[in-house]
């Protein structure tokens, strides 16, 4: 089977925001077994709406819409699914109730335009959106099937993950399908293909394996599909020969694997802490907040985390951290004897038992010949150790602050595993 | 005239890599007065491409394609194009001696693929190259202009901007189109919609509002397209006519409007520092560093940022911000008292000239009948005053976090402001 992705919205076609949310949709449903064929965006009037679902229909069994559900007036693609399934609007008295409840609850007065929202075509059936105001609908019409979700990231997320894909995999009897994913940071694509090439070789034809990279790290993903006649268990005996699989990946790769599925480098650090009963602490300048904000974005890491000087200013490493004049008139903010005593320093000043400390030039001014912007240090430390490293990223301050971050936390992780 | 914009690559429809090349597209075009009135992907086979090029020029004057253009077997779209137009292929010497150049200047051995590279429709105006190896086609056939570029945002951006766009201008006449968007903070998209009802009522048929709602802001777009008969100076005149409607909508929300175009919250907070030759400082709870995050993804933000104290333990608060133990006994951790404290000790702390505080019960766990997850408390202060505030947000966590970094940075504007 074979779904269409129709986004609708002019500011796709003017380019205003960067559509995130089909590429989460074409991955989220490839991983439950249906293949997307197609995407298309069109503007918010009911003639492009209507072309765009029509040629969406045409070569798919499914069309996912987001986009042009919202409470104001340019919101007029419910309208025009009325009209295409010859449905009547109607009043949806527990719509309108559940939208009431999510503005008592976020403190707001329930705005006039909301009992719109709860104007819904009769034929839909509703997929109640908990996260948001706007309710998904479902169409059945000639064999396909035709969703609208609101556009907003995480109540589209939302209400694919609840709803759309569990449905959509009964409706249509999909095949079984399995999936095994690996985390790895710290090595490049290429040479990671080229360490497992013997094992991606010997794969049976049901099984492939895909690299998904991301900044600093890579996703290995083993992907089965169940390939003879439907047996009651196939979806057990699947899964098992799929962990199998992931085993013998894993072995071959350990220095450079560090978790599993969805997990994520700040979750396992966590982890890590709080088996070792240890406080962490983080001393950040080029980073500005944001290892602090991965590490905080885990639920419960007040557990393990102490707090973070984000120490900007020259100032501010002396004076918060006891970093020495001396160190920075010498070898300057962006140096291994900063880095160090910026560690060392947010053990006392931080109240912690392990400190990671990062200094560097995240661009785009700032860099010299000796330093080029992308150079960053940084330094883990606790009572016993510290240890520190240089590296150079490249010209992007988004990007080498992003990049700080993933190699920070994977050099704090294995600092915590006493494997470096 | 209208654009149809064809990306073509599985890679899209996996959802591997995000179409940003296409978002960039339309904002040229649009600003180059050419309007985009559809966007699709297909994928990489001969079908789905001839389907693809089929639908987009249904509805569109010119067909945009991108990708399916580098040297591996897999990129059919040039062989594709050539049956659809009907155009016998030719080894193109110009084309080689091009790509031999190339190779030459980067110090790297000629593939033998190039020749490849270099067999082209003879019926294609080819469209050069100067930063990659694929050149560019373009075709023309019922009236319509089919144009073809390589995927890679670099080379696609170079070909846009120095072939296509004028090339398209000469072509068509093309009809002047122009935006402005109004930023706005603190107030849902319904609300904003009841209060410029009259203004939106009152718009003539050729300009268009539409609102863009994210976490805690909504962006509103005005979109004129000329109406008349075209003048010579029709752009200025749309221009003008648009800023008039851009000043009357921003007359009628002063208290949520905080900015124009591409701007951000962390942008404006950033410049109205540099401008009154203050130092920032953030005392940070719930927030985990994120504000600091945010702030210091702004390049220069070293000019007024000193540094934030992530303080997530009571600890932290006390030892760094000199919070004290009764305050923190009698209100907790998440009350006005300590968000005070905070926010005066940061201060001092932090070497500051205004702080930013904030403490709050991100969740999902951790809240109380009393103070329930997403409760949060924020003091902005400076050596005359102090101001705090409470606000009880949802139950996600991210969404608490985003949505708290958001208003505490306005609430930090309108401090600066001077208009709280």
Redesign the interface.
């Known amino acids: 089977m074979h779904a269409h992705l129709l986004t609708i ?12 949310n ?7 449903l ?1 991983q439950a077994g249906i ?10 009037t009911r003639e ?1 709406i209507l ?2 679902v029509a ?1 969406a229909a045409a ?1 798919a069994d499914v069309v996912i819409m987001t986009g042009g559900l ?5 919101d007029i693609t419910k309208k025009t699914l009325a009209e295409l399934f010859g449905s009547e609007m109607a009043f949806h008295e527990a719509t309108h109730q559940r939208i009431a409840g999510y503005f008592e ?4 007065p329930l ?4 009992r719109d929202q709860a104007t819904l075509p009769l034929k839909a059936i509703i997929l109640v959106n908990k ?1 948001g105001t706007a309710p998904g609908m479902w169409f059945e019409a000639d064999g396909k099937v035709y969703i609208s979700l609101p556009g ?1 990231p ?1 109540e589209m997320e939302y209400l694919m993950e609840q709803e759309v894909i569990p449905r959509l995999r009964t409706h249509f009897q999909v095949r079984p399908i399995a999936h095994r994913t690996l985390l790895t940071v710290g090595e490049g694509e290429s040479n990671i293909a080229k360490r497992i090439e013997a094992f991606e070789d010997a794969l049976p034809p049901h099984i492939k394996l ?1 690299y ?1 990279p991301a900044l600093g790290q890579v996703r290995l993903r083993l992907s089965a599909t169940w390939p003879g006649v439907l047996v009651a268990d196939a979806q057990e005996k699947l899964e098992a020969e799929l962990d199998q699989y992931r085993d013998q990946l894993a072995a071959q790769i350990p220095e450079w694997l560090y978790g599993f599925e969805d997990d994520s480098l700040e979750r396992v650090v966590g982890r890590l802490l709080l088996a070792q009963n240890k ?1 962490l602490g ?1 001393a ?1 300048s080029c ?7 991965l ?3 885990v ?4 557990n393990y ?9 020259n ?2 490493k002396m ?2 951290l006891g970093v020495q004049a001396e160190t920075l008139d010498a070898h300057g903010a962006v140096s291994e004897a900063t880095v160090r005593e910026m560690a060392t320093g947010a053990l006392e ?3 912690a038992d392990v400190t990671l400390a990062i200094s560097g030039i ?4 700032g860099g010299s010949a000796e330093k080029p912007v992308g150079t960053v240090w940084i330094a883990v430390a606790d009572r016993n150790r510290c240890v520190a490293f240089k590296t150079v990223f490249g010209r992007d ?2 990007k080498n ?1 992003q990049l700080s971050a993933t190699w920070a936390l994977n050099t704090l992780r294995k600092f915590l595993l006493d494997s470096l």
């Open positions: 919205g002019d500011e796709i076609l003017i380019g205003q925001i960067i559509d995130t089909t590429a989460w949709m074409s991955r989220t490839n293949a997307v064929n197609g995407k298309s965006s069109v503007g918010d492009a072309g765009g040629h070569a919202g409470p104001t007036k340019d609850k976020i403190n707001r705005p006039p335009a909301m996260v907003v995480f895909a998904l406080q983080t950040e980073t500005g907040g944001y290892i602090a904000h590490i905080t974005s639920p419960g890491a007040s985390f102490q707090g973070a000087a984000v120490t900007y200013s100032t501010q004076k918060v000043a931080l109240g995240a661009g785009p001014d301050r988004m602050i």
